[in-house]
């Protein structure tokens, strides 16, 4: 059903990509949304596609980036397609990024290192499932790299600055 994987990316583009998708999210709580951020990232590993920021409470950055690129983009283009997201993706965006046949994603830190940094705030009700659960119950081989320690600390830093900021409704 699926093509073969690209080789994984090279891990300086992996850590810059990362770091351009922190970036995205960066923007994004400049202009008032939840600081997450996603790049996609074509076949030769060194194209960025199209970048997105959160939008919402369910607009998540890599969700509506995949969708966006579903609409654009071949299945089979995007099997060979990487998916970089500063937090690991939350159970939608990775079924999302399954759905859409996205063949490698690559996420900066962990949901339970966002959980200790929004401190349970009502606009980030985290839940407690790992993007490798839900693309392990599937019946292709999405391949995930993550937590990237090289970068996790500046992603954490982003999250915890804006929501320790973020007033609760």
């Given at each position: ?141 999405v391949r995930l790299i993550g937590p990237v320690a090289e970068?996790r600390d500046e992603v954490l830093a982003l999250q ?10």
């Amino acid at each position: 059903m699926t093509d073969t994987l690209p080789p994984a990316p090279p891990h300086d583009l992996l850590i810059a990509h990362l770091r351009a998708a922190n970036e995205v999210g960066r923007a994004a709580m400049a202009a008032g949304h939840h600081p997450f951020g996603a790049l996609l990232v074509g076949p030769d590993q060194r194209t960025v596609l199209m970048t997105q920021g959160n939008v919402d409470t369910v607009n998540h950055a890599e969700s509506t980036l995949v969708r966006r690129a579903a609409e654009q983009y071949s299945p089979a283009f995007l099997w060979q397609c990487t998916l970089y997201t500063s937090v690991e993706p939350c159970c939608m965006c990775a079924g999302t990024a399954y759905w859409a046949h996205i063949g490698t994603v690559v996420f900066g830190m962990t949901e339970r290192d966002l959980l200790a940094a929004t401190l349970d705030h009502p606009e980030n009700p985290t839940l407690d499932l790992p993007a490798a659960d839900v693309f392990a119950r599937g019946q292709k081989p999405v391949r995930l790299i993550g937590p990237v320690a090289e970068v996790r600390d500046e992603v954490l830093a982003l999250q915890r600055a804006f929501w320790r900021e973020r007033p609760r409704q």
